[in-house]
């Protein structure tokens, strides 16, 4: 990823040059050993020198741009990164020299003077605080950049909704233009019944291609389940028909309506294809749930590196949480195979009908649950971190228990409901609320409004 770096200089003399320079160094030496690719503006002290390091910055393919104030420049230019600059912005506030009697850069002032004023204007910076090469200082800006950039990313995103959401399950309904005014998202509607002629398209020889990769996952088919050979050739084809609505369409991220019309018109559940497409990186949601979708894609831009998922929250009591799906669940969060609940192919719990992974999700991981969602003119989240532990009972499908720090998750569920939250959350790896809450407060055209949040440790 490309970061522009722009230095904001002074045209007069004032406060402390020597301390200015040192800071500029330690900058550039930060940047250069950061996992981004950085590209440097100096000097910069006046509109026509902003506005040409802008056209320069954007035609070099900078994602991010960070503002700093090694001694304080001129306030009079961030109303220009308003005009010229539309992607994330980051100011870095550098610190005083503590040697120094005197003022010596008055670089927070700058930088809070950039902040309060973009704000105020409606286009909120990301900030960061910190001498650089600090440590605190390196893994903030990081994480800041990767913050700003996946705000970038879903502000210009693609998403498709094949179908609609499922029968009955209104709370999922999407709404282009709000995704659109909001979010910044363009929605991409596809049909079913050109779903389904898609899934029809392809040649016997692409959907034997494909079996042999699926094969390679590794998944057996679970003991006393037997499936006829049609049904691995109709997962193939759902996958592929996916794989090509998301390639042609260049889609980010996609939500499916899996169910009544595929396994009535099939007879075979599309969850095995959804499980293959999320584990290649796909965002993905089953029911239609765009919003779901979404959740996925912001788990990805965000660094989580195995894949999200939606899953319904089955059951709780004040401790914990149980989650439950029909099963989609991608391989990765699974129990690893070779273990005695490692993920296998059977049949849908409900109508016995091919093909669903039933698995548990793997125990003793860090995990996530959240949830984006439209709630009148704004879109909310709830959040909540926690760790996977053994499930109390069976479930078939696939399963997964959450334990919560803190408690309180029958306050949390029953403020859930009463502010609009739908039944899926988004489930991903590790602790990432931190990162998700900074996101949602500095997305734009509109903030994302945190509503709930349990189960966060000190240290995250």
Same mark, same amino acid.
Request: proline share 6%; hydrophobic share 40%.
């Given at each position: 990823?490309?970061?522009a770096?722009?230095f904001i200089?002074?045209?007069?003399?004032? !406060?402390d040059p020597?301390?200015?320079?040192?800071?500029?160094?330690?900058i550039?030496? #930060?940047? #250069?050993?950061?996992?981004f690719?950085? +590209?440097?503006?100096?000097?910069?002290?006046?509109?026509? /020198?902003?506005?040409?390091? %802008?056209?320069? /910055?954007?035609?070099?393919?900078?994602? @991010?741009?960070?503002?700093?104030?090694?001694?304080?420049?001129?306030?009079?230019?961030?109303?220009?990164?308003?005009?010229?600059?539309?992607?994330?912005?980051?100011?870095?506030?550098?610190?005083?020299?503590?040697n120094n009697?005197?003022?010596?850069?008055?670089?927070?002032v700058? /930088?809070?003077?950039?902040?309060?004023?973009?704000?105020?204007?409606?286009?909120?910076?990301?900030? @960061?605080?910190?001498?650089?090469?600090?440590?605190?200082?390196?893994?903030?800006?990081?994480?800041?950049?990767l913050i700003?950039?996946?705000?970038?990313k879903?502000?210009?995103?693609? @998403?498709?909704?094949?179908?609609?959401?499922?029968?009955?399950?209104?709370?999922?309904?999407? $709404?282009?233009?709000? +995704?659109?005014?909001?979010?910044?998202?363009?929605?991409?509607?596809?049909?079913?019944?050109?779903?389904?002629?898609?899934?029809?398209?392809?040649?016997?020889s692409?959907?034997? $291609?494909?079996?042999?990769?699926?094969?390679?996952?590794?998944?057996l088919?679970?003991?006393?389940?037997?499936?006829?050979?049609?049904?691995?050739?109709?997962s193939?084809?759902?996958?592929?028909?996916?794989?090509?609505?998301?390639?042609?369409?260049?889609?980010?991220?996609?939500?499916?309506?899996?169910?009544?019309?595929?396994?009535?018109?099939? *007879?075979?559940?599309?969850?095995?294809?959804?499980?293959?497409?999320?584990?290649?990186? %796909?965002?993905?949601?089953?029911?239609?749930?765009?919003?779901?979708? %979404?959740?996925?894609?912001?788990?990805?831009?965000?660094g989580?590196?195995?894949?999200?998922?939606?899953?319904?929250?089955?059951?709780?009591?004040?401790?914990?949480?149980?989650?439950?799906?029909?099963?989609?669940?991608?391989f990765?969060?699974?129990?690893?195979?070779?273990?005695?609940?490692?993920?296998?192919?059977? @049949?849908?719990?409900?109508?016995?009908?091919? &093909?669903?992974?039933?698995?548990r999700?793997?125990?003793? %991981?860090?995990?996530?649950?959240?949830?984006?969602?439209?709630?009148?003119?704004?879109?909310?989240?709830a959040?909540c971190?926690?760790q996977?532990?053994?499930p109390?009972?069976?479930?078939?499908?696939?399963?997964?228990?959450? +334990?919560?720090h803190?408690?309180?998750?029958?306050?949390?569920?029953?403020?859930?409901?009463y502010?609009?939250?739908?039944h899926?959350?988004? &489930?991903?790896? *590790?602790?990432?609320?931190?990162?998700?809450?900074r !996101?949602?407060?500095?997305?734009?055209?509109?903030?994302?409004? &945190?509503?709930?949040?349990i189960g966060?440790?000190e #240290?995250?």
């Amino acid at each position: 990823m490309k970061v522009a770096l722009f230095f904001i200089s002074r045209k007069r003399p004032g !406060f402390d040059p020597d301390w200015g320079a040192f800071l500029e160094r330690e900058i550039r030496s #930060q940047l #250069q050993q950061s996992p981004f690719e950085p +590209l440097f503006f100096s000097a910069i002290t006046d509109e026509s /020198a902003l506005k040409a390091s %802008i056209v320069s /910055a954007r035609q070099a393919g900078a994602e @991010v741009l960070i503002v700093t104030q090694p001694t304080m420049g001129d306030g009079n230019l961030f109303p220009v990164f308003l005009n010229e600059w539309d992607c994330p912005v980051i100011i870095w506030a550098t610190p005083e020299n503590p040697n120094n009697p005197k003022v010596s850069a008055c670089g927070l002032v700058g /930088a809070h003077n950039w902040a309060s004023g973009m704000s105020q204007a409606g286009s909120p910076p990301h900030l @960061v605080i910190g001498l650089p090469g600090d440590p605190k200082t390196v893994t903030t800006l990081n994480e800041t950049v990767l913050i700003a950039a996946a705000s970038k990313k879903i502000r210009h995103a693609r @998403v498709g909704l094949i179908g609609d959401h499922a029968p009955g399950f209104l709370n999922m309904a999407v $709404d282009a233009v709000a +995704l659109q005014q909001l979010l910044g998202i363009h929605l991409k509607r596809i049909g079913l019944h050109e779903f389904c002629t898609i899934v029809k398209s392809f040649s016997n020889s692409e959907v034997a $291609d494909d079996r042999k990769k699926a094969e390679l996952s590794g998944l057996l088919i679970r003991s006393g389940v037997t499936f006829d050979d049609n049904v691995f050739d109709i997962s193939s084809r759902y996958y592929l028909a996916v794989k090509r609505i998301v390639e042609e369409e260049s889609l980010d991220a996609i939500a499916l309506r899996c169910w009544p019309e595929l396994p009535n018109e099939f *007879g075979v559940w599309s969850y095995w294809s959804v499980a293959r497409l999320a584990s290649d990186g %796909i965002n993905i949601c089953e029911e239609g749930d765009v919003d779901g979708a %979404i959740g996925c894609l912001i788990a990805r831009s965000l660094g989580c590196e195995i894949a999200a998922f939606n899953s319904d929250w089955l059951e709780h009591d004040d401790k914990s949480i149980t989650l439950w799906h029909a099963g989609a669940t991608p391989f990765e969060m699974c129990e690893p195979f070779g273990s005695p609940y490692a993920p296998t192919l059977s @049949v849908h719990f409900n109508n016995g009908k091919p &093909v669903v992974v039933e698995a548990r999700i793997r125990s003793g %991981i860090p995990v996530t649950l959240f949830r984006i969602w439209k709630f009148h003119n704004e879109y909310r989240l709830a959040l909540c971190e926690g760790q996977t532990d053994v499930p109390t009972r069976e479930i078939a499908g696939c399963s997964g228990r959450v +334990l919560v720090h803190g408690g309180g998750v029958e306050q949390f569920f029953y403020d859930a409901c009463y502010t609009g939250m739908p039944h899926h959350v988004t &489930v991903l790896k *590790g602790h990432f609320a931190s990162k998700i809450k900074r !996101f949602a407060n500095h997305h734009q055209p509109k903030p994302i409004r &945190v509503v709930l949040q349990i189960g966060q440790e000190e #240290q995250t």
